[in-house]
C-alpha cells in the first residue's frame, strides 16, 4: 500500500525565513504526490501536486515542493515565511488502482513566529 | 472550501443515536470521499464513491453508513455502533477521467457525542 510519511509534528520558522516542511513517501512504481493546507476549523486547501517531469513543482501561495526519487522524498518549501502561513500541512500520495484514493500523513503543525 | 458544501458545521449527538451529515458537490465531479480526522492522526478515508449508487468502504467504514442516489449528493450516517464517534469529519469530491486529479474539500462538520 502507498504510504507517507511526516517525522516533525511541529515546524517552527521565524517570519521572513525560509521554511521547509518534509515528507517522505513509500510507493509501489511512479508517486503521485500532493500537498495540503488547512487553518484551523477548515477543510484542506489544495497547494500542488507532483505527477511527472520537473522535480520542482510550483503551486499556490509561492511554495513550491522539490521531489526526489532518490531520496523518496517530496518537502514543501517557501524561500520567506509569513505569519499567515502557519497552519497544518498534510502530504498524500495517490493510490495506484486509479480510484484515487488519497493516503495522508499525519500532517506537520507549522508555527510562523513574528 | 468553493463547490462543496457540508452542514451543519457543528453537531451533537446522544450515544446511541444516529445522525447524518450532508455533503453536496456543484464541481460536477464523479467522484466523493468522506474522511474522520482525528488530532494527530491526519485523515482516514470512511467511504468513498466514484459513481451514483455505487460506493466503497475506506479504510474505517464500521459504524458508518452512506447513499449516492445523486451525483451532487454524498450524505454520511454516523450509527449508535461507532464506538468513537466525535471527531471532525470532511467531504471531498474529484474528477476521475484524464489527468491525476487533486481532491477538492469541504468546510468540514465537527461531530460531538455527549
Known sequence: AQSVA?????????????????????????P??????????????????????????????????????????FHLKKPSALVSDSALYFCAVRDMDGNNRLAFGKGNQVVVIP | DGG????????????????TLSCEQNL????????????????????????????????????????REKKESFPLTVTSAQKNPTAFYLCA?????GAVNEQFFGPGTRLTVL
Not at chain 1, 507532483?50 to 522524498?73: C, H, M, P, R, W
Open chain 2, 28 to 67: 460536477n465531479h464523479d467522484a466523493m470521499y468522506w474522511y474522520r480526522q482525528d488530532p494527530g492522526q491526519g485523515l482516514r478515508l470512511i467511504y468513498y464513491s466514484q459513481i451514483v449508487n455505487d460506493f466503497q468502504k475506506g479504510d474505517i467504514a464500521e459504524g458508518y453508513s452512506v447513499s
Open chain 2, 4 to 19: 462543496i458544501t457540508q452542514s451543519p458545521k457543528y453537531l451533537f449527538r446522544k450515544e446511541g443515536q444516529n445522525v
Open chain 1, 32 to 73: 503521485y504526490l500532493f500537498w495540503y493546507v488547512q487553518y484551523p476549523n477548515r477543510g484542506l486547501q489544495f497547494l500542488l501536486k507532483y505527477i511527472t517531469g520537473d522535480n520542482l513543482v510550483k503551486g499556490s501561495y509561492g511554495f513550491e515542493a522539490e521531489f526526489n526519487k532518490s531520496q523518496t522524498s
Open chain 2, 93 to 97: 469530491s474529484s474528477k476521475l477521467a
Open chain 1, 6 to 30: 511526516q517525522p516533525e509534528d511541529q515546524v517552527n520558522v521565524a517570519e521572513g525565513n525560509p521554511l521547509t516542511v518534509k515528507c517522505t513517501y513509500s510507493v509501489s512504481g511512479n
